[in-house]
């Protein structure tokens, strides 16, 4: 079965650099989440998006931003790289109509490194 | 966490031996999802237990849900050292996004 695919898996960049990052959801999911888990951390929401609009927004840095597209893959575009940023960022889907039974489907991640 | 604590942090146990990781959690919820996660890599969803429900199976796992007490337990039975990874307990406080506890890390040793 088609899975959530990110690109790039592996991502290596210098402080102050930008990084964007690519989720490309199951198909016929409309809803797209993104998440960042920093080392050791628990996952942690950033921003989602239902049928291209935002729908949710979390603790995510005025220096990210992210946005859908009309076949609904999403990018996430991150601004002035810091130390801190480094991090797995997932993606997950769901798919339309699930109503209450939220159950997001992960991308294997993007592993950022900011050196 | 933003939503709560899984307990133990960290549980080591034998093949063949069942392992028990608890989840509590703060707000009125939707439902609650159990997560596995091996070692930097992907989440895996195990199962989901909606709020009016009190246990469900699947395979070796069980989950019970005490909404009056806001925990969840996640019961693997017969463990294998396959089953090492971290476990991560999730719900939906009412809105879309997830909100996790702090995993429990789990070792299975042949």
């Known amino acids: 079965a088609a899975g959530v695919i990110q690109s790039p898996r592996h991502l290596i960049k210098e402080k102050r650099e930008t990084a964007t990052l690519k989720c490309y959801p199951i198909?016929?999911?409309?809803?797209v989440y993104w998440y960042q888990q920093g080392p050791g951390q628990d996952p942690q929401f950033l921003i989602s998006f239902y049928e291209k609009m935002q729908s949710d927004k979390g603790s995510i840095p005025d220096r990210f931003s992210a946005q859908q597209f009309s076949d609904y893959h999403s990018e996430l575009n991150m601004s002035s790289l810091e130390l801190g940023d480094s991090a797995l960022y997932f993606c997950?889907?769901?798919?339309?109509?699930?109503?209450?039974?939220?159950?997001?489907?992960f991308g294997p991640g993007t592993r950022l490194t900011v050196l | 966490s933003q939503q709560g604590e899984e307990d133990p942090q960290a549980l080591s146990i034998q093949e063949g031996e069942n392992a028990t990781m608890n989840c509590s959690y703060k707000t009125s919820i939707n439902n609650l999802q159990w997560y596995r996660q091996n070692s930097g890599r992907g989440l895996v969803h195990l199962i989901l237990i909606r709020s009016n429900e009190r246990e469900k199976h699947s395979g070796r796992l069980r989950v019970t849900l005490d909404t009056s007490k806001k925990s969840s337990s996640l019961l693997i039975t017969a463990s294998r050292a396959a089953d090492t990874a971290s476990y991560f307990c999730a719900t939906d406080a009412g809105t879309d996004k997830l909100i996790f506890g702090t995993g429990t890390r789990l070792q299975v040793f042949p």
């Open positions: 997950a889907s769901r798919p339309a109509g699930l109503g209450s039974y939220n159950e997001q489907f």
């Open positions: 198909p016929r999911h409309d809803t």
